[in-house]
């Protein structure tokens, strides 16, 4: 069995370095370097990844999730399984932003999506934000990830692209997912509201929620226990 995992924004492959440590035998592990790709290059990144295999699972980290959701509904006969680990998915997003709620807990990216706030304006003040971004999500200290460089912050233009896709999803959802999906959201990340049973079934119709106490990063502050969630829910043998 393949796994695929890709990261989020602001982030890089580094951000699975202990999941693929833990599956190392008993699963292919790959974990694409995504920031810098346009989302159909992304796509395209999966497939080469997976060309000769039948069947792979995607794991898929904050707006990585966006692009597990579209890659299965795009290849349904080729994903046997997709977590989302603090993501919902681009459709279930976008119908939450509805909510007021959500609407307020989604506030943050509006200073993202503003057209004058791009990869060069953000990089000379990278440091900065990413620490403050790392704070927020309750990295330690002296975690890896608060090494990364200024190229992470490439990702913005790809998580634009994404936010601007959001009307069409609002109106054109798509089919539910028909392969199994582990929903996997933290109870310190504030980003989501918890889904019911019957919302998760709209947008993925063979659906399972998971609660974990961590933050936004759980695969890095809450390695083990994280790690044991995945053995759960993947059930490698």
Not at 79 to 84: G, R, S
Not at 86 to 94: D, T
Not at 113 to 132: D, G, H, S
Not at 183 to 199: A, G, Q, Y
Request: charged share 25%.
């Amino acid at each position: 069995m393949k796994i695929i995992f890709l990261h989020g924004f602001p982030d890089n492959p580094e951000v699975w370095r202990h999941c693929v440590t833990h599956f190392e035998g008993r699963a292919v592990c790959r974990t694409p370097e995504l920031h810098s790709l346009p989302f159909e290059k992304q796509i395209a990144r999966i497939n080469e990844m997976s060309a000769e295999d039948a069947a792979i699972i995607l794991v898929a980290h904050d707006v990585g999730g966006a692009l597990a959701t579209e890659y299965a509904a795009r290849y349904p006969a080729k994903v046997v399984q997709v977590v989302l680990v603090n993501s919902i998915g681009l459709a279930m997003f976008a119908h939450r932003l509805r909510m007021l709620e959500q609407l307020l807990r989604s506030s943050y990216m509006s200073v993202f999506l503003n057209p004058f706030v791009t990869t060069l304006t953000l990089r000379p003040f990278a440091k900065i934000l990413l620490r403050v971004i790392y704070d927020l999500g309750g990295l330690p200290a002296d975690d890896r990830l608060r090494t990364n460089s200024a190229e992470v912050l490439d990702g913005l233009a790809r998580f634009k692209e994404l936010m601007w896709q959001i009307p069409k999803k609002i109106f054109e959802p798509g089919e539910p997912l028909l392969m199994p999906v582990e929903v996997i959201l933290c109870d310190k990340d504030k980003l989501h509201m918890t889904p019911s049973s019957s919302e998760l079934q709209r947008f993925f119709r063979d659906a399972r929620l998971h609660s974990l106490a961590s933050g936004h990063w759980p695969m890095r502050t809450d390695a083990e226990a994280f790690n044991q969630l995945l053995d759960k829910v993947l059930k490698l043998s």
